[in-house]
């Protein structure tokens, strides 16, 4: 304890001398105490240092004098259990080796926790706080089991967290690379022998295709310990064989690769099935087949290019669209135009309106078409003009002048996406040649790419997107869009990176609006077993504007005709309903409800499969929990050792209370004590002056 003052200290001799002047003046002369007997002399005395003890005090705390208290709290450690919960940990086990385990590490816990507080945790692809296992967790994370107990124990007294696993992740970053604060003491479960097992680790095809599409299906093929046999592969769909596969084992521990091709036939979605034949003694059959669904839709459509003049450009723009099975496009020039435009999906105008040519009745019907619209401006454009025309950007040029100006991406987009590859090759590719001049950009609008000129990255924009009530449109400015796709061809020997942009411009300009008033839709096509499945419904009036008024009823109807209804919840200004206690299989749903006097329907289909992600991979990863507990200070033992565990960890240092050192600091003022002790000094004072008839 130390006392603080706001004045030198010395000044405590003031008080001194003031409470001394002060009792000495009330008692040194006072006639009340005449009695010259030494009683009286004694009491005078007496009640002079009451006085001067009170007002010296008094005095003392005009200093505004503190305390301040040092105290020490301790902090007991902890140390973290945290269990594998995942499907794979029940392969490797037998009933006996799982009685063991169970037993030591029982006995461990137990005397781990006389001495220390411990937590239980349990984690599959999430983690919870539950000493309970049941080995039932379809998928396994353990970077964000680390993660969290990271977080969860942040700034406290951790001794260890003992991580038992058998270190297969099918989730989540590489544990090794989490942050982690704490010594983590790593328990080897599993095998990390190759058993006898042929698997499909994985079949790769796009989850959407286009009617009448070649479908590519790669599938991956892994077997141990079944060198001479063969691989006797099948892929069926509706109940039907499609394919039929025989394929040598060639290696001890053998990997291959083998392809399909399907023929997207008919709209939909569709469920295939892929199965190995199974071998004896396998650890796993699970993985001896895999689902995978595949949705086919229409979405054949029209772009019509119409252009001011022949241009290079133009045909870097038709060499990626004319080999895309799903977009048909046509060439027209403005002085030759005879298209109707409610017959094309899109319109991408070439330097229209130029300075040459005006287009004032096409670009009348364009506005009345409401057409989704491309403009690409350039050299030849008239900018006054496209000005009136369209909304993104307005562009005031200042004469003939241009600017060489390179595409650098903005990261605040997020209409679309584009790959890291094309963004990355994107600040190689040659300038463009654009306008010199101020450039306004609505507030509705979207900037893809900006220019930078020279070192100069301006907020002028290269390709900008906006969409105003439905329709949506871009502006592209710059000449020389050809040299883009010759350098890319030129610098990785593909056009992957021009053909992307082009693509999924298109792409967004191109989709089709839907005009229905009434709509539902899951939000995912394909699920996993157990996974939630999650329903959205939206009912428009005759303005468009979202309503929930009427109520919506949900029919669910799986393969075999059985029917499931449910209803939907309103929520602000539409319609939701979630479930997860559908089985696994191929579902149809229809949503019905009654609007002005009309009956309202929309359906659709989604999926459930088997995850089989904790069968893909059966070798247990036992180098990498070697790797977590050197990388944090901590041990690496076999699940038989368990049972020593709690000696380890009673022998090591760094596992004891932590103190910490805390101060409070209090005005003597505000002390009780001070108070009081003042009081009593003036009340004896008084009752002894009274006492001996002083007043």
């Not at 942050?179 to 990390?192: M, Q, W």
């Not at 392809?259 to 396998?282: C, M, P, W």
């Not at 000449?479 to 010759?486: A, E, I, N, T």
């Given at each position: ?557 799986n393969e075999d005709g059985s029917e499931y209804p449910f209803n939907f919840i309103k929520s602000e200004k539409a319609y939701q309903f979630e479930t997860n206690s559908l089985a696994i299989g191929s579902y149809t749903y229809s949503a019905t409800t009654v609007f002005n006097g009309k009956t309202l329907e929309a359906a659709g289909a989604f999926s459930i499969a088997s995850m089989q992600l904790e069968a893909l991979q059966t070798e247990a990863n036992h180098n990498l929990l070697k790797q977590l507990s050197d990388k944090t200070g901590g041990a690496f033992m076999e699940a038989k050792d368990i049972g020593s565990l709690d000696e ?48």
């Amino acid at each position: 304890m130390q006392i603080i003052f706001q004045y030198p200290a010395w000044f405590i001799l003031f008080c001194v001398l003031l409470g001394l002047v002060y009792a000495s003046v009330l008692y040194y002369k006072s006639d009340h105490f005449s009695d010259d007997t030494k009683n009286f002399t004694w009491t005078k005395r007496g009640l002079a240092l009451l006085r001067f003890l009170s007002g010296t005090l008094l005095a003392f705390l005009l200093l505004s004098p503190f305390i301040k208290s040092k105290f020490i709290d301790k902090i007991e450690p902890v140390i973290v259990f945290v269990h594998d919960n995942s499907e794979s940990i029940l392969l490797n086990l037998n009933s006996e080796d799982s009685a063991k385990y169970i037993k030591s590490t029982n006995d461990m816990l137990t005397n781990l926790s006389e001495k220390y507080q411990v937590d239980y945790y349990a984690f599959d692809d999430k983690i919870n706080e539950i000493d309970t296992l049941n080995f039932k967790g379809k998928s396994t994370n353990i970077s964000f089991a680390l993660d969290q107990i990271n977080g969860l124990y942040f700034n406290q007294n951790v001794g260890a967290v003992i991580f038992a696993t058998d270190g297969i992740y099918n989730q989540g970053n590489n544990p090794i690379y989490s942050d982690f604060n704490f010594p983590i003491y790593t328990v080897a479960l599993g095998d990390t022998n190759q058993q006898t097992d042929v698997k499909i680790v994985n079949a790769r095809a796009n989850k959407l295709a286009y009617l009448d599409d070649k479908v590519l299906v790669e599938v991956e093929l892994q077997a141990n310990h079944l060198q001479g046999k063969q691989y006797q592969l099948s892929l069926s769909g509706k109940n039907a064989l499609i394919f039929n596969k025989t394929i040598p084992i060639t290696k001890d521990f053998d990997e291959q690769k083998t392809t399909f091709t399907l023929d997207a036939k008919s709209i939909g979605i569709h469920r295939y099935i892929i199965e190995v034949q199974e071998f004896e003694n396998e650890i796993s059959l699970a993985n001896n087949r895999f689902e995978f669904y595949i949705e086919v839709i229409d979405n054949r459509q029209k772009i019509l290019l119409l252009a001011n003049a022949p241009h290079p450009d133009i045909a870097a723009i038709k060499s990626v669209i004319s080999v895309n099975k799903n977009f048909e496009i046509e060439i027209q020039y403005v002085q030759k135009m005879q298209a109707n435009l409610d017959d094309y999906s899109l319109l991408i105008m070439h330097q229209v309106p130029s300075e040459t040519q005006g287009a004032k009745n096409i670009l009348s019907n364009v506005k009345s078409s409401k057409i989704p619209t491309w403009y690409i401006a350039g050299s030849s454009t008239d900018y006054a003009s496209l000005n009136q025309e369209q909304n993104i950007v307005q562009i005031s040029t200042q004469g003939k002048n241009g600017n060489d100006a390179s595409a650098y991406f903005n990261a605040r987009f997020n209409t679309f996406n584009l790959s890291e590859n094309t963004i990355a090759i994107l600040k190689k590719f040659p300038p463009l040649l654009t306008p010199f001049g101020n450039y306004n950009l609505s507030p509705g609008s979207t900037v893809l790419f900006y220019q930078k000129i020279g070192t100069v990255q301006t907020e002028y924009p290269i390709l900008a997107f906006q969409e105003n009530l439905g329709i949506r449109s871009a502006l592209f400015v710059g000449d020389g869009l050809w040299r883009w796709k010759v350098y890319d061809f030129l610098e990785n020997n593909s056009n992957e990176v021009f053909n992307e942009i082009i693509e999924k411009t298109i792409n967004y300009l191109a989709l089709k609006g839907d005009k229905r008033k009434f709509r539902v839709k899951t939000n995912k096509s394909a699920y996993f077993d157990g996974e939630l499945v999650k329903f959205e419904a939206e009912l428009y009036n005759d303005n468009y504007e979202l309503i929930n008024g009427p109520e919506v009823s949900l029919l669910v109807t799986n393969e075999d005709g059985s029917e499931y209804p449910f209803n939907f919840i309103k929520s602000e200004k539409a319609y939701q309903f979630e479930t997860n206690s559908l089985a696994i299989g191929s579902y149809t749903y229809s949503a019905t409800t009654v609007f002005n006097g009309k009956t309202l329907e929309a359906a659709g289909a989604f999926s459930i499969a088997s995850m089989q992600l904790e069968a893909l991979q059966t070798e247990a990863n036992h180098n990498l929990l070697k790797q977590l507990s050197d990388k944090t200070g901590g041990a690496f033992m076999e699940a038989k050792d368990i049972g020593s565990l709690d000696e380890l960890l009673f022998s090591q240092e760094t596992i004891k209370p932590t103190l910490y050192e805390s101060f409070k600091t209090r005005s003597i003022i505000n002390l009780f004590g001070i108070f009081f002790l003042i009081m009593f000094l003036l009340s004896l004072e008084w009752f002894a002056r009274k006492w001996f008839g002083a007043y």
